[in-house]
């Protein structure tokens, strides 16, 4: 297998000219151990060889395959900064790139008005959704298909909140009816939707 390798030169040239934008500071030449790093790198290289290919495209992995390239590089390109979006302060440009990335999200569905943030995996999202969930909704149960991610179980019993299944039909997709029959019965605060499940890539009817 060969690992897609000509895109570093790429970062190598968008780092340079992410240094220039900070030419009026003073010059500081940080202390780096090139040989020292070079050896600590070549020995998490020949570890990481105990890994699956992930990349390798008869590897038939769900979850695992490498992001994108263009993701890859800017992601690699933003660590040289290392910002933080939890304020203004901590990642101005990352932050404005967030709120347009997530309009970008919200326009794919029809929707003008709209709130959200980036978050680092699908976990770390769940995560974040339930417990803004149990703050609107305090005490009332949150519902998922029976195909959903086993995060929202899991992390449902962290926060402490109710959780309920709801069946699937023939298309491992929600069934509405089952789901109105718990909504009449049950005092439900959020209904989660799965658009893409793990197991067979069903999409909840939105």
């Not at 893409?196 to 009817?205: A, E």
């Amino acid at each position: 297998m060969t690992l897609e390798l000509e895109s570093v030169k790429l970062l190598y040239e968008s780092l340079k000219h992410l240094d220039g934008g900070f030419c009026n500071l003073p010059e500081f030449s940080p202390n780096v151990d090139l040989e020292r790093l070079q050896q600590v790198l070549g020995e998490v290289a020949e570890r990481m060889q105990d890994n699956y290919p992930y990349p390798h495209p008869l590897y038939a992995g769900q979850m695992l395959k490498p992001p994108h390239p263009v993701a890859r590089l800017a992601y690699a390109l933003a660590m040289w900064i290392n910002p933080n979006n939890h304020a203004l302060d901590g990642g101005r440009a990352c932050s404005v790139m967030e709120k347009e990335t997530v309009a970008q999200i919200a326009q794919m569905y029809g929707w003008k008005d709209h709130l959200g943030h980036l978050c680092g995996g699908g976990t770390m999202a769940n995560l974040e959704a339930l417990w803004v969930a149990g703050r609107l909704h305090p005490g009332r149960k949150i519902v998922a298909s029976s195909q959903a991610h086993y995060t929202h179980r899991r992390i449902s019993d962290v926060l402490q909140l109710h959780f309920a299944s709801v069946p699937v039909d023939s298309h491992a997709r929600m069934d509405l009816n089952a789901l109105e029959k718990i909504l009449r019965q049950e005092d439900i605060g959020t209904v989660v939707a799965t658009l893409g499940t793990t197991g067979c890539g069903s999409v909840d009817p939105l």
